[in-house]
C-alpha cells in the first residue's frame, strides 16, 4: 500500500510556471526509490490520460507528445517524492493531475498505463487569463 498526496496545483496564465509535488509513503515497507513514478491528467469530459513518468532511478524518463519540451518530471528518493515541473502552460492543459505510482509501465496503443498503479487524490491546475 503506498499513499500519494500531491500539491502545488493552482491558477496561473497562459505562458505561466507551476510545479506539482506527489509525496510518497509506503505502509508495506517497501522503499519508494522502488517504484516507477508518473503523473497524469484529466480534463472535465474527458478519460484520464498520460503525462510522464520516471522509471525507479529517476534515470529514464518519458513523456507524452503533448508536454515534451515543456514540462519535467524528476524525483527525490531521499525525500519520497516525485515533480512536475510545468512550464509554458496553456489553457489545454487545465486539468486534475494525478500522482501515480507503480511496479512499472508499459508502452500500449500509443501510450504509457501503469501496471497495478496506487493514485493520489489529484490536484487541480487551470490555466487561464
Known amino acids: 500500500q503506498v499513499q500519494l498526496v500531491e500539491s502545488g496545483g493552482g491558477l496561473v496564465r497562459p505562458g505561466g510556471s507551476l510545479r506539482l509535488s506527489c509525496a510518497a509513503s509506503?505502509?508495506?515497507?517497501?522503499?519508494?526509490?522502488?517504484?516507477?513514478m508518473g503523473w497524469f491528467r484529466q480534463a472535465p469530459g474527458k478519460e484520464r490520460e498520460f503525462v510522464a513518468a520516471?522509471?525507479?532511478?529517476?534515470?529514464?524518463?518519458y513523456y507524452a507528445d503533448s508536454v515534451k519540451g515543456r514540462f519535467t518530471i524528476s524525483r527525490d528518493n531521499a525525500e519520497n517524492t516525485v515533480y512536475l515541473q510545468m512550464n509554458s502552460l496553456k489553457p489545454e492543459d487545465t486539468a486534475v493531475y494525478f500522482c501515480?505510482?507503480?511496479?512499472?509501465?508499459?508502452?500500449?496503443?500509443?501510450?504509457?498505463?501503469?501496471?497495478?498503479?496506487?493514485w493520489g487524490q489529484g490536484a487541480q491546475v487551470t490555466v487561464s487569463s
Open positions: 520516471s522509471t525507479w532511478s529517476g534515470v529514464s524518463t
Open positions: 509506503a505502509a508495506s515497507g517497501r522503499a519508494f526509490s522502488t517504484y516507477a
Open positions: 501515480a505510482a507503480g511496479g512499472g509501465f508499459e508502452y500500449r496503443s500509443g501510450s504509457y498505463s501503469f501496471i497495478d498503479p496506487y
